[in-house]
């Protein structure tokens, strides 16, 4: 059976969020993102984890010092980013 391959789309404040940051920790987490969508379920990656409370529709995956908070669209095969935040200031 063929890995599933899904598509990676930033938001305009994640895309913000990323030119804010070194080109060293953007390229990092843009690798790491490239990584979840190649996986046939991104939800299984060792990195990733759900949320909880009111935001228990999202997901996080942890790139060093950093959160990239996304959602997922399974029907058209997309992972939203919605976010990039430091660990301490996320959520």
């Not at 305009?12 to 953007?26: I, N, P, T, Y």
């Not at 969508?37 to 909880?52: F, W």
Request: glycine share 10%; aromatic share 6%; charged share 35%.
């Amino acid at each position: 059976m063929p890995e599933r391959s899904w598509s990676v789309e930033l938001t305009r404040s994640a895309l913000k969020d990323l030119e804010c940051l070194g080109k060293k920790v953007s390229s990092r987490i843009i690798g790491r993102l490239e990584e979840l969508g190649e996986t046939q379920n991104p939800l299984r990656h060792k990195d990733v984890r759900a949320l909880e409370g009111k935001l228990r529709a999202f997901y996080r995956l942890r790139v060093g010092e950093y959160r990239v908070i996304f959602e997922l669209d399974p029907g058209n095969g997309r992972i939203g980013v919605l976010a990039i935040v430091s660990r301490g200031k996320g959520y």
